[in-house]
């Protein structure tokens, strides 16, 4: 909370602060020193300080070896500038024998100050089982384990890690089985050649009188041959352009083929021609001399090119290479586009079941709903004391007072949490009159609601109710909207607020919530501190 906001909140609020006078002291009692086994010891410590004084009583199981059962609440009683607080402790033990009660650390302003150590005994529960009657042995009861949302949590992270670790194994690391087109991809164009022109052997083309295919094939294999292996345009070539390459070649000294070699390849081209462009159909025998020859013509090529140098291999052990960085990028890619598919249809199909706002807030975190997910804490402020519960615990303000604010007020003390210009505020104010004299809620109410407009909220609609505590106590609800403009981005937007008042002759209590419009986190937090409120009103 903002300074000049808890001055203003607090003009008949805030604390006189004074100085200690006299050390505390601390005593402690039992009211029995032999117990039987599942009895109860009543453990009173009562602590005489400084009404300023900060003062923690032990809590949980201090009192080892014995157990404690119940904390009852801290009992206050005011005497002058000086309080008594009393605190009980219900302990038990569930085994026979004598049990010493360690000393118990009290903190006063953060000093330590000890209890005495006192001696218990435990005795057995005498039965006379001839005339109690006796009973099986209880079975066991199944209770619901409390990790259940923890345990959800680590199933749902496992799942995930799951599914990406088997993405990245099928797509990425898995050594897929290569089909046949990608191995004989992989075959060296002489090996691959010869491999497809033992298939056309084999194919029905002839049979089903189906020459254009049968030649179209043919000249296509030896034509990709030469492409690849002899290294000459011939996919996109005529044939008469295809001949006088070769011919230039082989007058280069490049490719070492007959002159009947080439003649033999020409008159294929021309007939692959004839059957293509002119519809010709020759014999049956010629069409299967024609694929002998073919095949004669690519091991002669084969057998007439020069043997690769050192870089031709570098080159080509350089493309494969490549070749199988692309395949890992397209499997990458692959893997990334699934996951990526999996996150979009899992959050789709979450955000049409729980909503939008839901999983945003889940996913990327809210304020409001950590707060209400978060560890809440149950204390005591002020005197007289106020007790509620809260997200967070509620820190002490201290401001000095108005020269003239002090002459009516005897002793204050106020604690909050966040700031009203923030997305969630909780204050608490107790204070105690020099005069027992009535307090006047209306000027209380309206100090806070000019506090509300010195921190820029503006078109305040205030409303009234009578509120009821959980323990009966009866007090004043004023509640109601106005528009506050954010610091930030000069936005604004609609916040809301609770002024809870209770009081009676020479002290009132208030309870300040702030919060925005339109937050359901924020107003479950609300409803939850609301439930929770109490207050004494004896001073």
Request: aromatic share 10%; charged share 25%; net charge negative.
């Amino acid at each position: 909370m903002l300074p000049k906001q808890v001055a203003l909140l607090c003009l008949f609020l805030i604390p006189f602060l004074g100085v200690s006078q006299s050390e505390p002291r601390i005593s402690s009692e039992i009211d029995t020193a032999s117990i039987k086994i599942g009895e109860q010891v009543q453990y009173k410590i009562t602590v005489e300080a400084d009404s300023t004084d900060l003062v923690h009583f032990p809590e949980g199981q201090t009192f080892s070896p014995l157990e404690t059962v119940e904390a009852l609440m801290i009992d206050t009683t005011k005497n002058n500038d000086r309080v008594i607080l009393q605190r009980i402790y219900a302990l038990t033990q569930f085994d026979s024998g004598a049990y010493t009660i360690p000393p118990q650390r009290i903190s006063i302003n953060e000093q330590p100050f000890f209890t005495d150590s006192f001696r218990i005994k435990v005795a057995d529960v005498v039965v006379d089982t001839t005339k109690q009657k006796m009973f099986d042995i209880k079975p066991l009861i199944q209770v619901e384990r409390s990790y259940a949302k923890l345990w959800m949590t680590l199933l749902w992270v496992f799942l995930a890690l799951l599914i990406v670790g088997g993405l990245l194994y099928w797509f990425v690391f898995r050594k897929k089985p290569l089909t046949e087109e990608e191995k004989e991809a992989l075959l060296p164009p002489y090996d691959r050649a010869l491999l497809e022109l033992k298939k056309l052997e084999n194919s029905r083309y002839l049979i089903q009188d189906e020459y254009k295919k049968y030649y179209s094939e043919l000249t296509g294999i030896v034509r990709s041959y030469l492409e690849e292996d002899v290294n000459v345009s011939a996919l996109e070539s005529t044939t008469s352009q295809l001949i006088t390459k070769l011919e230039m070649l082989k007058d280069a000294g490049e490719l070492n083929l007959e002159d009947d070699t080439i003649e033999q390849f020409q008159k294929i081209l021309q007939t692959a021609d004839l059957v293509k462009f002119a519809k010709s159909k020759p014999a049956l025998t010629v069409a299967e001399q024609d694929r002998k020859l073919v095949e004669q013509i690519v091991e002669k090529t084969h057998d007439a090119l020069p043997e690769p140098t050192d870089e031709e291999l570098l080159q080509n052990e350089e493309y494969l290479e490549e070749l199988a960085r692309k395949k890992q990028r397209k499997r990458i890619y692959w893997a990334a586009a699934i996951f990526a598919g999996l996150i979009f249809l899992g959050g789709g199909l979450s955000i049409g079941y729980y909503g939008y706002k839901q999983v945003r807030d889940t996913v990327f975190g809210y304020p409001t709903k950590d707060l209400l997910e978060g560890e809440w804490v149950a204390s005591s402020y002020g005197y007289p004391p106020i007790e509620l519960e809260t997200p967070d615990v509620l820190v002490r303000q201290e401001i000095k007072l108005p020269p003239e604010t002090e002459e009516l007020i005897k002793e204050l003390q106020t604690f909050s949490y966040g700031s009203y210009v923030g997305v969630f505020s909780v204050a608490t104010s107790s204070v105690t009159y020099k005069e027992q004299n009535e307090p006047n809620f209306e000027a209380a109410i309206g100090s806070i609601l000019t506090t509300f407009e010195g921190a820029g909220v503006k078109n305040i609609i205030t409303k009234q109710e009578e509120f009821v505590t959980k323990s009966g106590v009866k007090g004043l609800k004023t509640f109601g909207t106005g528009n506050l403009k954010t610091p930030l981005d000069n936005d604004s937007k609609k916040a809301k607020y609770n002024i809870l008042t209770f009081g009676g002759k020479g002290f009132m209590q208030q309870v300040v919530i702030t919060w925005e419009e339109g937050d359901d986190y924020a107003e479950k937090m609300v409803a939850r501190i609301l439930n929770s409120l109490d207050v004494k009103t004896q001073v």
